[in-house]
């Protein structure tokens, strides 16, 4: 998976006085060149909501970002690898360079769940989270800790036509050295998705759920 955006979220209600205009700046803070230096950084993934053809609930998982050889140039890259119930699958390869593998990952993922979830186009989607980070969003400061919170579509035209989706907040914690691995990113719905009836659904009913697609720094 390779994806040229990247937006966050994280833990809700954090004190603090909030500033507009610096969320983009926490999300996709400059965090390379990395360095892991054979060790490797695992966040616990987990991933809820109305089970729809195309959507992955996962209950238990992890995203475990690496160091790795790229066969093709033998230079040193990122490598990232999801395990759940489901099995095993590779990310990548990221230049060591890069920004934030991480935040790229969950941003897509988001933005795919989301599609799955509504059947809306996953470009429009993209695009408006993107505009959304760059542009729009909060950032709280408070003991040590940098909170940044995106509403995506609090404003958009087509807010209405995106159920519990429409709510949708992104929150991302970081901690004191915004150089440092993002500890928790988080997207969720208040309110539970029911799904319109998506192509190949007709007469089969799906129970709404909320949406909740986490990540958490072990």
């Not at 897509?108 to 769940?113: H, L, M, Q």
């Not at 909740?212 to 072990?218: D, E, G, I, S, T």
């Amino acid at each position: 998976m390779r994806c040229a955006l990247a937006a966050a979220l994280l833990a809700a209600g954090v004190p603090g006085q909030p500033w507009a205009g610096e969320a983009g700046d926490v999300i996709l803070a400059q965090r390379g060149p990395w360095a892991l230096e054979g060790r490797s950084l695992t966040w616990d993934l987990t991933r809820e909501g109305p089970a729809l053809p195309g959507f992955l609930p996962i209950g238990a998982g992890t995203l475990t970002m690496a160091e790795a050889t790229d066969p093709a140039d033998g230079k040193r890259v990122l490598q990232l690898t999801q395990r759940t119930d489901a099995g095993e699958r590779r990310i990548g390869p990221f230049p060591l360079s890069a920004g934030d593998p991480v935040a790229v990952f969950f941003l897509e993922s988001t933005v795919r769940d989301m599609a799955a979830l509504t059947g809306g186009n996953p470009d429009y989607i993209r695009n408006r989270i993107k505009d959304a980070v760059f542009r729009g969003g909060s950032v709280a400061h408070a003991e040590g800790r940098t909170v940044a919170t995106v509403r995506p579509f609090a404003a958009d035209p087509a807010r209405g036509r995106m159920g519990a989706f429409a709510g949708l907040t992104l929150r991302v914690e970081a901690g004191a050295d915004p150089a440092a691995p993002l500890r928790e990113l988080v997207a969720e719905t208040a309110d539970p998705v029911a799904p319109a009836a998506l192509r190949g659904m007709a007469g089969r009913p799906v129970a709404p759920a909320r949406y909740r697609n986490a990540l958490v720094l072990r």
